[in-house]
């Protein structure tokens, strides 16, 4: 795949970043939002080569439909994990079984193993301690199962399905 022109994909990166901008303050005073695009604007001149190949094939239909089904997704794991750790903190009976497991990835990207990465961190219970290729070692509060395959199944296979479609 041939990589997108440069203004392509400084463009696309000013649009991430204003719209995090715009997520993060949450305001709509004209001050700030002005404010938020020339930060933007900067911002995209010494990330936008870092950042993305394709420029603005990634806002494609079919990515910001899995995308906007992603994100309540994840938020509703991220539910049923805290539960999850509130009933192991308060119940004395209930087990844990701490340990550190490794888990495997068919996501090629690097910002794609970024969000699953930060996808099993956010989420409590879990956490990614290092990513090497398509392998990541994560800590996880109560080992369910100890292979590569069993770990990856039950870590990775909640956010990966989603997080293909979004980042290739």
Known sequence: MEKAGKLNRYIFTVIVLYVAWLLLTATTRIDELVV???V???VAIG???YLTEH???NLS??????????IPYYLWQVILANFDMAYRVLAPSMPIKPGIVTVCTNLKTDVGKLSLANSITLTPGTLTMDVKDDTLLVHWIY???ETTEGA???ICGR???FLKEIFG
Do not use: A, N
């Open 36 to 38: 938020g695009l020339i």
């Open 40 to 42: 933007s604007l900067l």
């Open 47 to 49: 990330s936008f080569d």
């Open 55 to 57: 420029g603005l094939r």
């Open 61 to 70: 239909p079919k990515r910001l439909f899995y995308l906007l089904i992603y």
């Open 143 to 145: 080992v369910k199962d």
């Open 152 to 154: 990856t199944r039950e």
């Open 159 to 161: 956010f990966e399905k």
